[in-house]
């Protein structure tokens, strides 16, 4: 009996190889942060919210982290989602202003 990985499964596997090895070689927590503060800048929301979930899962604790994500979401229409972010960063301490 011959089973073919080949194909959608194989592209599976190495897409997730790839995943895998950028999160093992990834950015530090400061480096994702000041790339999600310029991307922010550009209005490069889309962007800003990869980087802002990096972020969080090298910290979840990040305020900073919680407020970039939240602010892209709030320009992207996302107002739910952005909401409970900006909540989470208030409560970590991110300054209100």
């Given at each position: ?36 503060k ?5 209005s ?23 407020f ?5 979401l ?24």
């Amino acid at each position: 009996m011959r089973i073919n990985l080949g194909g959608r499964v194989g592209w599976v596997v190495g897409l997730n190889f790839v995943f895998l090895l950028a999160a093992c070689t990834g950015k530090s927590e400061k480096e994702l942060l000041a790339s999600a503060k310029t991307k922010y800048s550009q209005s490069q929301y889309t962007e800003v919210v990869i980087q802002a979930k990096n972020v969080l899962q090298k910290n979840q604790n990040s305020a900073e982290g919680r407020f970039y994500l939240g602010a892209a979401l709030y320009a992207m229409g996302d107002f739910s989602s952005a909401e409970i972010e900006l909540r989470k960063a208030r409560e970590l301490g991110f300054p209100e202003n």
